[in-house]
């Protein structure tokens, strides 16, 4: 019915970059539905609760957590049904695995779709 696939994650050194990609697909993603569906970005370090760090609207808009604020951007791509992370500025506390979600809209069901996540770890 729906899935969401995460990708680009890895290994990389204090202060590099990772991009993330999420893509979504079945019969429930379709480019109409997913162009109006908000989508966002979570994540659990080991030990710790899930914890929001970005969201992207239907629109466009977007918030982040403060702790990632001006070295994160979540963005989308409608026409490949694909949001992405691009986190810059690592630092090791930004190691844990990443969850891409994706909340529907009430109009159409008003459910939550998880990714299985992604492993990103931040060695100093």
């Known amino acids: 019915q729906g899935q969401l696939v995460e990708s680009g994650g890895g290994l990389v050194q204090a202060g590099g970059s990772l991009r993330l990609s999420c893509a979504a697909s079945g019969s429930i993603f379709s480019r109409i539905i997913f162009s109006i569906t908000s989508m966002g970005w979570y994540r659990q370090a080991p030990g710790k609760q899930r914890e929001l760090v970005a969201t992207?609207?239907?629109?466009?808009?977007?918030i982040y957590a403060d702790s990632v604020k001006g070295r994160f951007t979540i963005s989308r791509d409608n026409a490949k049904r694909t949001v992405y992370l691009q986190m810059n500025s690592l630092k090791v506390e930004d190691t844990a695995v990443y969850y891409c979600n994706a909340h529907l809209p009430s109009t159409v069901s008003g459910e939550d779709f998880w990714g299985q996540g992604t492993q990103g770890t931040v060695s100093s």
């Open positions: 992207i609207t239907s629109r466009g808009s977007t």
